[in-house]
């Protein structure tokens, strides 16, 4: 039998997705995810390692309210019903307005499908019925779906105010967060949840415990409480809450065995409360309740993992997995209620044991959207652990997660500040688009398709306005070699392999219009904000700094009469000159040039 790896002239090839590329470009085969198979269990899903849980056999359909009847083949509701959530909507077959939008945001899916996975459970649109007549801009968590991220916010006791979280909300969006949580846990922490829901087009979540139990002792949290603080957040207009129901007092034995314990706030405040009243988990309790108010204003359940692991010592143990059962029968409970759900999930969990928990998941929970945190695949690098998750969201995300909590440099050690927020969403937008890329999502490799023709045409300005952080690719290359010419400072002239190919090769790329570029020309003086992405840097002088913000054509040359410096040329042996000027080290002008102020 012919070898397959040597038969087809190149190493053989695994079975392969749909390509992320609309037009084929370049000459990667496509994805080698699953077959895309929208409208199944294994919609844009990862091949199997062996051993891994397969998918449900089950989805909300399998989960109906009991006094709706099934009649051939199709589902009723009793008389006189009015659907409120997309869920029922969903089942009715109602298209809604917001499934049409989801659908206009993510092209490669039909609002029908939209509405189909909605039905299934498999996807869910958060969309409280009071923000929806406000600023939000309804989008789609689920598989079949682009992956989202969201962006943590919230005052604590110490640290943050209303207005300063209002900016982190914009800050957040600026960055690419899909959805942000308020989270706080001090200040005015209505106010603060007023105006993010005021100011956001992206759905907001919260963890409604936090301000149940402000200027109370956790002991005293009651029905009553628990009925009128979500009453009150769900008429404010939150999108999705956080309810910590599944941890039960069978679990919390097993916690006692771990390294650390409980560190889920919701998790560590409910097994306080189940332990002081000797009872079980008052938010377990109170299910169908709270489903009821949650129906009323159509919020999505984010249910929340309060035994997730707060290290790789105490991941995939028997808390964490006990704990994700119950989260699957709150699941079918919900939907029965025709409550949009989707399930959280760890944490800290070792690289090996993403995959497994990512489709445990999806089989105890019949495909309901994981959100995970992270989560983070080593402990030891505090301080870098928008890095260290980022790494595991990425790979949580090819194996079944649809939406990635971030986490900024600041995770362990403080509440995030603005550039902390900036770090973590593009550290979680890189993962999320990588797994995209690598499931196959049609038209997700678009965007790097067309970065890489500028990169290969040598064409910086259309090189930085692709990029997704343009002033740090700008003032990054400029702080060496401020002229846009065909090499840069990395390599250098004589080094530049692109140069050299594009000498060698007539190459696709590089050759349409777009693109083209056919002489070296100095960049435009630096933005503030690339200036202080520089100054932050603290590599060049504070007189270096300068004359790059506030360069004028004739500081390099430029002949009488011409434009402004966007249209001002330096040939290519100035451009090498200049970077053979500098000083290596400190990037300073050699003793006794002036090499930017030369004609
Ligand atoms: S000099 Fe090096 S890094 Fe810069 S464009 Fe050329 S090959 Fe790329």
Redesign the pocket.
Known sequence: MADPITTVGRPGLPPRGGNPSTRHQGTNPGSFANPPDIGGPRAFSSPDTPGMPQPSDKTAWDFMPSDWTLRDGRWTPPEGFVPVTQLEHARLGNTTPEMTRVAEREPHLTPEQVRDEVAAGRMVIPANRIHLAGALDPMAIGRASVTKINANMGASPVSSDTREEVEKLEWARRWGADTVMDLSTGGDLDATREAVIKNSSLPVGTVPIYSMILGRRVEDLDEEIVLASLEHQALQGVDYFTIHAGVRREHLPLVSQRLIGIVSRGGSILAKWMLHHDRENLMAEMWDDICQVMRRYDVTFSIGDGLRPGGLADASDGAQLGELQALGELTERAWRHGVQVMVEGPGHVPFDQIEYNMKLQRRLCHGAPFYVLGPLVTDVFPGYDHITSCIGATAAAYHGASMLCYVTPKEHLGLPKREDVKQGCVAYKIAAHASDVALGIPASRDWDDELTKA?AA?NWERHFDLAFDTDTARAYHDEDLDVDTD??????HD?????ISKEIAIFVSGKEEAYAWDKPKVSAALTDEQKEILQRRGVLSPSELHRLASKTRESVGASEGKGACHSDFADSNTAREIQQQLDPETLEPLAGEDVRAAP
């Open positions: 990169r040598l090499f840069c400072a990395m390599c250098g080094w530049c392999a692109v140069r």
